[in-house]
C-alpha cells in the first residue's frame, strides 16, 4: 500500500452575488473547471438566499441554506489508485432558489492529491 501522495490545493473559485443566475432558468459556472483530479471540496454560500448546484451544468444536484458550507471528503483513506474523485476537466455551477440580496457570492476550494 502506497501513500506517497500530497495534498495541493487549486486556486479559490469565486462567483460573485450579481453573477448568479435563477436556478430554474440556468446555472453559471463558478470560475473554470478543475485542473486536476479532486479528493476534497468546500463549497461555500456566502449569501441570503438558498443557492442550488450542479456539478457539470446537468440540474440540480444539491442545494446550501444561507451563509453555509459544504465539505465532501471525496477520496478519505483510500490508496492512490483505489478512489473516488472528481475529475479533471468537472465544473461546479451555481444558481438562486429565491434571488440573494446580500453577501458575497459562492466559491469553491478543491484539495487534489500530488502524486495522483
Same mark, same amino acid.
Given at each position: 500500500?502506497?501513500?506517497?501522495?500530497?495534498?495541493?490545493?487549486?486556486?479559490?473559485?469565486?462567483?460573485?452575488?450579481?453573477?448568479?443566475?435563477?436556478?430554474?432558468?440556468?446555472?453559471?459556472?463558478?470560475?473554470?473547471?478543475?485542473?486536476?483530479?479532486?479528493?476534497?471540496?468546500?463549497?461555500?454560500?456566502?449569501?441570503?438566499?438558498?443557492?442550488?448546484?450542479?456539478?457539470?451544468?446537468?440540474?440540480?444536484?444539491?442545494?446550501?441554506?444561507? +451563509?453555509?458550507?459544504? *465539505?465532501?471528503?471525496?477520496? %478519505?483513506?483510500?490508496?492512490?489508485?483505489?478512489?473516488?474523485?472528481?475529475? #479533471? =476537466? /468537472?465544473?461546479? +455551477?451555481?444558481?438562486? *432558489?429565491?434571488?440573494?440580496? %446580500?453577501?458575497?457570492?459562492?466559491?469553491?476550494?478543491?484539495?487534489?492529491? #500530488? =502524486? /495522483?
Amino acid at each position: 500500500m502506497s501513500y506517497t501522495a500530497r495534498s495541493q490545493w487549486e486556486g479559490i473559485r469565486r462567483l460573485a452575488r450579481g453573477s448568479i443566475p435563477d436556478s430554474a432558468v440556468s446555472f453559471t459556472i463558478i470560475d473554470t473547471a478543475l485542473s486536476n483530479p479532486v479528493r476534497q471540496i468546500i463549497v461555500t454560500n456566502d449569501t441570503n438566499a438558498v443557492i442550488a448546484f450542479s456539478v457539470n451544468n446537468n440540474g440540480a444536484n444539491f442545494e446550501l441554506l444561507p +451563509y453555509s458550507q459544504f *465539505v465532501s471528503d471525496i477520496a %478519505a483513506n483510500k490508496q492512490i489508485n483505489s478512489s473516488l474523485f472528481m475529475s #479533471k =476537466g /468537472d465544473a461546479l +455551477y451555481a444558481g438562486y *432558489v429565491a434571488a440573494p440580496t %446580500a453577501g458575497t457570492g459562492v466559491s469553491l476550494a478543491a484539495m487534489y492529491g #500530488k =502524486g /495522483d
